[in-house]
């Protein structure tokens, strides 16, 4: 009887995750550019989540982690950039504004599109998106839980970190 009611059981707890992660490559940096410097401060403005997440984040990628079964190396540390949090906030606002939770915009719009209207040029992007943690503590802990999230954030090819969130309807984006 129990099995009978196992993929419903399955297809349940996989919903209720309440994350999502979505990974966009363009072309590759040139080999030559510089990497992020292993430490940099939240630009002035920067609210007080931004820089618990900047901080977060780059306590993670500094040490190293376990991203599912992958075992990810220690690697530089991001900066928050302001035009990466409008595009997070501005997604975090449209998710809250449809109380839907996805990586595709009330518009269409995918992660690159929030972007590059943005105004950033970007060669690489990710973004996690996650709805119903209470605190930048409890979404991290979930998002570090999660292999695609966690890739995301240890993401070597990122120098760039934006965030946003209301409604605890929460979006990282990460790029180049």
């Known amino acids: ?17 309440g994350c999502e992660t979505d990974i966009v490559t363009g072309e ?12 940099d401060p939240a630009p002035d403005g920067a609210t007080a989540m931004a820089q618990e997440f900047l901080q977060r984040v780059n306590a993670v990628r500094g040490s190293g982690c376990l991203c599912g079964t992958t075992r990810m190396p220690a690697v530089p540390a991001l900066r928050l950039h302001p035009q990466l949090s409008d595009a997070a906030q501005a997604h975090s606002e449209d998710q809250a504004r449809h109380r839907k939770m ?5 518009d269409g719009s995918r992660v690159g599109d929030r972007v590059t209207r943005a105004g950033f040029t970007w060669r690489a992007v990710g ?6 943690y209470r605190s930048v503590e409890a979404v991290m802990r979930a998002w ?6 966690c890739k995301n954030i240890m993401g070597a090819n ?11 309807y929460w979006t990282q984006v990460f790029a180049r």
């Open 102 to 106: 996805q990586h595709l915009g009330s």
């Open 28 to 39: 590759p940096a040139a080999e030559d550019e510089p990497t992020a410097p292993v430490a």
């Open 127 to 132: 973004e996690n998106v996650a709805w119903n």
């Open 158 to 168: 990122y120098q760039f970190l934006g965030v946003g969130e209301r409604d605890f």
């Open 1 to 17: 009887m129990f099995l009978r009611f196992l993929p419903i059981l399955l297809l349940l707890a996989l919903l209720s995750c």
């Open 144 to 149: 570090l839980e999660s292999e695609g999230h």
